[in-house]
């Protein structure tokens, strides 16, 4: 046999390979449409087959979200006004440090920058005065003793709650743009992240599908977008807003608009915590990790149908393991079995304590 012949029925190989792929993308397709979320911006409009310009309804809404959020986070930058000078006295791993930050503006994550590459890399959470958590993007508001916490440490137990309530704000995003734009869907809220239930969350209302079972082909398309989210690096930037301002932000989300008043009447400043996720915007009490990229090995592993009135709700779950923490085919497919079944935490139409603040201490999560 020549080189000549082995490099055809290589290249035949390849063209049958090709062509097999295109059919499964067809059909995984014909359910889910796939978006490409490299870039903001993206267009408010579409041509129809007669060639007319009309509106697209939903990234209307994800720009007006956007730019409401953006115009915000200006104004609270500029009320900053004159900036005054804290001390920040980094306490851990390589070596002890004080810095000197500017108040209401420099983040843990800032502090990170000053001292070394390899705390830039792997802190996901902060712990502020030896008891508040602290989101590594949020702004340091006074003198403080700093410590950055990762998933190696000796109490991890903190990072893994933000994790995974990292992972079910990335759910979130996921399932609200994975479908056809035909498809409305509401993204309601998720449980108190309980790492021990083993799956993360997210319940969604999705209205014109009464009896919808997701086949293992949409549900590894979800898994793939999941890891694809964590692939562009985006930071979880936290936004604390008034009422005003957050229910401008979700007019068009029935269920985001009733949870509202209850976290503002609960908040000690009365204020509604907004996380954004490239150009997702939800809510949450955070806290969350500092960016997707900790995000690893991650599988979407069930869509529950939850029978309630005739409204049609779909319990979403997942399980992941962070970047970098390594586990054989058969442990993680026992972690997968387990992330099948139903969450047991509280469904939609149980949450009227849910929105209660959460201690947010290093011993509440101990």
């Known amino acids: 046999m020549t080189r000549q012949n082995i490099l055809t029925t290589s290249q035949r190989s390849v063209r049958l390979s090709l062509n097999n792929l295109k059919i499964i993308m067809e059909a995984i397709k ?8 490299n870039h903001r911006g993206r267009s408010c409009s579409t041509q129809s087959q007669d060639g007319k ?9 994800i720009k007006l979200q956007n730019d409401l959020f953006n115009a915000e986070r200006l104004r609270q930058e500029k009320n900053v006004g004159r900036i005054e000078k804290i001390t920040v006295q980094y306490k851990g791993q390589p070596k002890d440090l004080d810095l000197v930050m500017n108040k209401n503006l420099s983040t843990p994550y800032n502090c990170a920058q000053h001292m070394f590459e390899m705390l830039v890399r792997r802190s996901a959470l902060a712990l502020v005065d030896g008891e508040k958590l602290w989101d590594m993007h949020r702004p340091l508001e006074d003198n403080c003793e700093l410590q950055l916490l990762h998933f190696q440490d000796d109490n991890p137990a903190p990072v893994n709650k ?12 996921v399932v609200s743009s994975a479908f056809k734009d035909t498809i409305e869907v509401i993204l309601h809220s998720f449980p108190r992240p309980n ?8 319940d969604v209302e999705i209205p014109s599908l009464s009896s919808w079972t997701p086949s293992e082909k949409e549900l590894r398309v979800l898994s793939a977008e999941m890891v694809k989210l964590s692939s562009k690096n985006y930071p979880l930037e936290r936004l604390a807003v008034d009422e ?11 269920y985001k608009l009733e949870q509202i008043p209850a976290m503002v009447e609960q908040s000690p400043d009365k204020s509604v915590i907004l996380y954004r996720i490239g150009e997702h915007i939800d809510i949450s009490r955070g806290p969350v990790v500092g960016n997707v990229n900790f995000l690893g090995r991650c599988t979407i592993t069930a869509a529950h149908k939850l029978k309630h009135d005739s409204k ?5 779950q997942g399980v992941s393991l962070p970047k970098g923490i390594m586990l054989n085919h058969f442990a993680y497919s026992v972690l997968e079995s387990r992330a099948q079944k139903l969450n047991k935490g509280l469904l939609p139409w149980q949450y009227e304590d849910v929105f209660q603040p959460e201690l947010q201490s290093i011993e509440a999560t101990s």
């Not at 310009?53 to 809404?61: D, G, L, Q, S, T």
């Not at 933000?162 to 995003?173: D, I, K, Q």
């Not at 790492?195 to 997210?202: D, L, T, W």
């Not at 049609?312 to 979403?316: D, G, S, V």
Request: glycine share 4%; with cysteine.
């Open 53 to 61: 310009v009309v509106e697209n309804p939903k990234a209307a809404r």
């Open 312 to 316: 049609n709700f779909y319990r979403f």
């Open 30 to 37: 014909s359910t889910f449409k796939l978006y490409n979320r």
């Open 195 to 202: 790492v021990r239930s083993g799956s993360f969350v997210y």
């Open 162 to 173: 933000a994790f995974w309530r990292t992972c079910s704000l990335m759910l979130g995003a």
């Open 244 to 254: 005003e301002i957050a229910s401008r932000i979700f007019q068009h989300n029935k």
